[in-house]
């Protein structure tokens, strides 16, 4: 087809939204090959020319599903670093802000679609490693990233260049960095408003709601050793009635529930280390 890209997809959306037909297409237009993340109702199939099993010489054509297969971007000379870049990069401290961030993102899309169908149709095709994908900087190493522009002005004092990696990009920061001062204004220079944002809590863990935490941790903490938790009575944990009780600016929920459980007598000092990495949270 001799049209303009956007065009192209216009006609598509017609084909797919219009009209009740089956139609088939030969092509190579990455715009065609796109709508199949895009939709339900298309689907991409390759042809491939191979050998008959029981003659050699004779061939035949196998027809293979490939919606998204990787060896079809090999079959159309595609290269690795030519598509495996997502539109978007969602900056995060590590793996488990990932996890929750993703998790509040299906939470989202699932109130969506039954609030607002619409947005939730809009929403559901962004894939993840495609439309959007996460980089976790682990904390402190966020320094060795330059988020500017200008990237040559900071080859020598930060080496690594976000921008190189996604032009497009979210980074989503623990409340505790305003504590550095220096980091938090830098960013603020090198990021627009909208490229950032910073927790009013100390920690991604900290916006968890408070039913789950302490289900966590009433299951957690019988599997701890006797030593460790004798100065803890779990059953205090209850007396938590405040649902914003862990959305806390300046302590993790290892110390706030460290502080709940603790018993009258206790003299332990050393324990909410301990409980902090038992708990995982």
Not at 110 to 115: G, H, K, M, R
Not at 231 to 240: K, P
Not at 252 to 275: A, C, E, R
Request: proline letters at 3%; one cysteine or more.
């Amino acid at each position: 087809m001799h049209m303009h890209a956007g065009m192209v997809r216009q006609l598509m959306n017609f084909y797919l939204n219009e009209t009740n037909h089956y139609y088939f297409f030969t092509t190579h237009s990455n715009h065609l090959l796109d709508m199949a993340d895009e939709s339900d109702q298309v689907i991409i199939q390759k042809f491939v020319k191979q050998p008959k099993s029981e003659n050699p010489k004779e061939f035949e054509f196998k027809i293979y599903r490939c919606d998204r297969d990787r060896d079809l971007l090999a079959s159309l000379g595609v290269k690795p670093s030519s598509v495996y870049l997502a539109n978007c990069t969602i900056w995060v401290e590590g793996i488990t802000d990932r996890l929750y961030i993703t998790k509040y993102m299906e939470k989202y899309l699932s109130e969506l679609e039954n609030s607002d169908l619409e947005q939730y149709k809009k929403y559901r095709r962004f894939m993840p490693n495609y439309h959007y994908t996460f980089v976790e900087y682990a904390g402190s190493n966020l320094t060795h990233w330059s988020f500017s522009d200008d990237y040559a002005d900071h080859l020598e004092d930060k080496g690594l260049s976000a921008k190189a990696v996604a032009s497009e990009m979210l980074l989503i920061a623990d409340g505790d960095i305003q504590g550095k001062a220096d980091r938090v204004r830098i960013l603020k220079s090198e990021l627009n408003k909208e490229n950032y944002y910073i927790l009013e809590c100390k920690e991604t863990e900290n916006t968890l709601p408070k039913s789950s935490i302490v289900r966590v941790a009433k299951v957690r903490f019988p599997r701890m050793k006797p030593e460790t938790k004798k100065s803890y009575d779990i059953s205090l944990i209850d007396s938590i009635t405040d649902e914003n009780y862990f959305d806390h600016a300046n302590y993790g929920i290892g110390k706030l529930i460290d502080s709940k459980i603790k018993k009258p007598s206790s003299t332990t000092k050393k324990l909410h280390l301990q409980m902090v990495m038992v708990w995982g949270l």
